[in-house]
Nanobody, 129 residues
Framework: QVQLRESGGGLVQAGGSLRLSCAASGRAFSYYGMGWFRQAPGKEREFVAAISWSGSSSIYYADSVKGRFTISRDDAKNTVYLQMDILKPEDTAVYYC?????????????????????WGQGTQVTVSS
């Protein structure tokens, strides 16, 4: 069993930056593919960014955040990060961290929320204009 806890959300002006962290409990963190998703009010949960297990470390981004967000992982700390720069009001959402045990298929399924096994509770990010 893996428990995930996000932190780092908050209120920021457009153009500003935030760094989200997701701390994972449990063993074998380095084998998990990790993803960030977000959900705005009245909208479906959408993929933001993902990083595969440490043996591969492939990285993927949604087109809407490419060039502005950076995902990274520190396996020694069991933590994955999402650095968010040049934030826009449309980035306002609850951001969720997720872990996928199926590292062999992660590079195919990274954008599909249903394929992730564990989820955090989410952290609110609000970008004011």
């Amino acid at each position: 069993q893996v428990q995930l806890r996000e932190s780092g959300g908050g209120l920021v002006q457009a153009g500003g930056s935030l760094r989200l962290s997701c701390a994972a409990s449990g063993r074998a963190f380095s084998y998990y593919g990790m993803g960030w998703f977000r959900q705005a009010p009245g909208k479906e949960r959408e993929f933001v960014a993902a990083i595969s297990w440490s043996g591969s470390s492939s990285i993927y981004y949604a087109d809407s955040v490419k060039g502005r967000f950076t995902i990274s992982r520190d396996d020694a700390k069991n933590t994955v990060y999402l650095q968010m720069d040049i934030l826009k009001p449309e980035d306002t959402a609850v951001y969720y961290c997720a872990a996928d045990r199926s590292y062999l298929t992660f590079d195919v399924n990274f954008g599909r929320a249903a394929k992730y096994d564990y989820w955090g509770q989410g952290t609110q990010v609000t970008v004011s204009s």
